[in-house]
Nanobody, 122 residues
């Protein structure tokens, strides 16, 4: 199983980034996918999640209306479109996978990517 995130970088406040997570080694279309983030000195937190077929999504209150999670099961890839970025969005962003429905409990995800750094600063 491999999850590889990309798309992170340095962006000014108010800017946008699109993260991608390419999956391999498992039946992607049967897995719920989530994006977590971890800022320095803070716990890893759930940002967004999407069901295996993409029909249902979850967003943390802090990103609602600004971030959009989506997936392309033909490409085995999940995305996180981040708009109106704020300095407090600065963190390492991780994608995670679990069979079945998504969970808000971090320990329920057996598969994790290595993370991609997002820095929002002027």
């Amino acid at each position: 199983v491999q999850l590889v995130e990309s798309g992170g970088g340095l962006v000014q406040p108010g800017g946008s980034l699109r993260l991608s997570c390419a999956a391999s080694g498992f039946t992607f279309s049967s897995y719920a996918m989530s994006w977590y983030r971890q800022a320095p000195g803070k716990e890893r937190e759930l940002v967004a999640a999407i069901t295996s077929a993409g029909g249902s999504t979850y967003y943390a209150d802090s990103v609602k209306g600004r971030f959009t999670i989506s997936r392309d099961n033909a490409k085995n890839t999940v995305y996180l479109q981040m708009n109106s970025l704020r300095p407090e969005d600065t963190a390492v962003y991780y994608c995670a996978a679990r069979s079945g429905v998504y969970s808000r409990i971090r320990s329920n995800y057996p598969y994790w990517g290595q993370g991609t750094q997002v820095t929002v600063s002027s």
